[in-house]
């Protein structure tokens, strides 16, 4: 029932590692650092995933709520994550279509410069 | 075996119906004082009169306020206070530590002469007074133990106040959030069902409804991310401005982004969403049309078999806006039936942690239980604890359910 957050910059991007639940209970936290990243400028960002065990509706917000505001500066916000549990809450909400999704952070930084 | 057994102390006589045994039982529950009195001998006084008592106490004594706060905080007794201390004094001071210990019951000790100082200490929230010099032993203990016992029913008296306003709430947003459906002309049959879960007091924002309008069926089910009054108050509004849309005659392709337009001007934070599933049943062309945002697909039921409707959904309503697109057109031939759900269904675990139903588990679970010879009346119901059982207790989540059948239901 733990979150642990950490995060640290690659080339331009910002990346942010989350550990464990991001539930009701502990997407206050991550909702806080990515605000507090943006807000510091920094507007790409890449979410690694590979070590969340759950993710509930609140945390889908709090990560859909970070796209939103990367979007206002012309950022992005990647998810890295192979783990078939958190794929399948992304395909079945829809939100494969909003978010693009990596296997590893080199990836999403390589896909994003690539556009 | 009589009525009469000397030896009333074995646990299996501590039943309710046992009056002797129940008095008794609370007779020796030790009180917890917390003595906070700066003369050593009035707190002697104290003591010795409390020990000649049969009211079993454990005191604990500190001569200044300063060294009471750290026994304040959760502390469950009854606090005897003197008004006069070094460090501080009269209201000021007996505010200070009912604010501190919220659920203990305070008497305060005043002098002689001071006597009006108690009467305005139990107008500001003390159980009682008592002054010095004129107590005895049997006084002292009675003070005590009846404000123990008052403290103790007025907390729960505040307790049951607190549930039956949350019950009531809770009444008002189900049945926001639940509606009678509006079928009176419909060849359609229907079956709702909910189900609360365990986590928490209040209801979350699951919402269904059905509405008939020019030959045509339309039915929501859905869910408002989050938990909590604001997401419950949200589930509302999107229920009653769907069926409003549905009453005033909007075009069913309109229908979602108009609401959608309606759930990001009523929400209270930006990052609020709801995923929903709206089907239009066409009995005519025995068709269903079926939109998922972001929501799990309903279950097609059509002579004993159980279909998983592959509809690939989009986004959930409120997260990034876009034209309508994807429509998943469906057989709905006469005498089948379609099962609506939210997710909390499907998010039960399947055997334990981490594995989850997911919609083919649900699948599974409705085949087994048409196989026993369930009738659809009886579906949801044995649906929901079947799922239970996968998940090994109460679900975490709220289940609502929502039956559409075409002809009568078996």
């Known amino acids: 029932m733990d979150l642990k957050l950490d995060h640290y910059t690659e080339d331009d991007t910002e990346i942010v590692v989350v550990e464990g639940e991001i539930d009701v209970y502990t997407a206050p936290r991550l909702r806080e650092l990515l605000i507090d990243l943006v807000n510091k400028g920094n507007v790409h960002l890449v979410v690694n995933m590979e070590k969340v065990e759950f993710l509930d509706s609140t945390g889908l917000g709090v990560l859909v709520g970070g796209l939103k505001r990367v979007r206002a500066h012309d950022g992005t916000l990647d998810l890295v994550c192979t783990q078939e549990r958190i794929l399948k809450i992304f395909r079945i909400t829809g939100l494969t279509k909003v978010f693009g999704i990596y296997e590893s952070v080199q990836e999403a930084i390589d896909k994003r410069k690539s556009k | 075996m009589t009525a009469t057994d000397p030896e009333n102390t074995g646990p299996r006589k501590a039943g309710p119906a046992d009056g002797a045994a129940v008095s008794a039982h609370v007779s ?189 069926t339309h039915i929501v089910i859905g869910d408002v991310s989050g938990h909590g009054p604001d997401e419950a108050a949200l589930g509302v509004s999107l229920r009653i401005a769907w069926r409003a849309l549905v009453m005033g005659g909007v075009a069913e392709e309109r229908l979602l982004p108009a609401l959608e337009e309606i759930l990001i001007s009523e929400r209270a934070q930006e990052e609020m969403y709801a995923t929903l599933c709206q089907t239009s049943l066409d009995v005519e062309r025995e068709q269903a049309r079926i939109r998922l945002l972001g929501h799990p697909p309903p279950l097609l039921i059509t002579s004993g078999e159980v279909k998983e409707i592959l509809a690939v959904p989009r986004p959930p309503l409120g997260v990034f806006p876009e034209d309508e697109s994807d429509v998943e057109e469906v057989a709905f031939p006469r005498g089948s039936t379609l099962l609506f759900y939210t997710d909390g269904l499907v998010d039960a675990f399947d055997g334990g942690p981490p594995d989850r139903l997911e919609v083919h588990g649900l699948r599974r679970i409705l085949i087994d239980v048409l196989d026993r010879g369930t009738s659809l009346t009886d579906l949801p119901g044995q649906v929901v604890d079947e799922a239970e059982r996968h998940n090994g207790g109460p679900l975490q989540d709220d289940v609502a359910m929502l039956l559409m059948t075409y002809g009568e239901q078996a």
């Open chain 2, 28 to 216: 020796v529950e030790p009180a917890d004082i917390l003595l906070i009195e700066d003369d050593a001998q009035d707190a002697f006084l104290v003591e010795e009169l409390l020990a000649d008592t049969p009211l079993d106490s454990r005191i604990t004594w500190v001569p200044t306020l300063g060294d009471a706060r750290k026994h304040l905080t959760g502390f469950r007794g009854c606090v005897l206070l003197d008004l006069n201390l070094p460090d501080a004094s009269g209201l000021g001071l007996l505010r200070e530590v009912l604010t501190a210990v919220e659920s203990a019951a305070v008497v305060v000790l005043t002098g002689l002469h001071d006597e009006h100082e108690g009467i305005a200490a139990v107008a500001a929230g003390a159980q009682d007074y008592l002054v010095k010099g004129q107590v005895d032993g049997s006084l002292l203990a009675r003070s005590l133990r009846y404000s123990i016992e008052r403290q103790r029913a007025d907390e729960n008296a505040r307790q049951l106040r607190e549930a039956e306003m949350y019950a009531r709430e809770n009444m008002r947003l189900e049945r926001g959030l639940l509606p009678q459906v509006l079928l009176d002309s419909s060849p359609l049959s229907h079956l709702s069902f909910y189900r609360p879960g365990r986590k928490r007091a209040i209801v979350g924002g699951d919402f269904f409804d059905a509405v008939q309008k020019d030959g045509t």
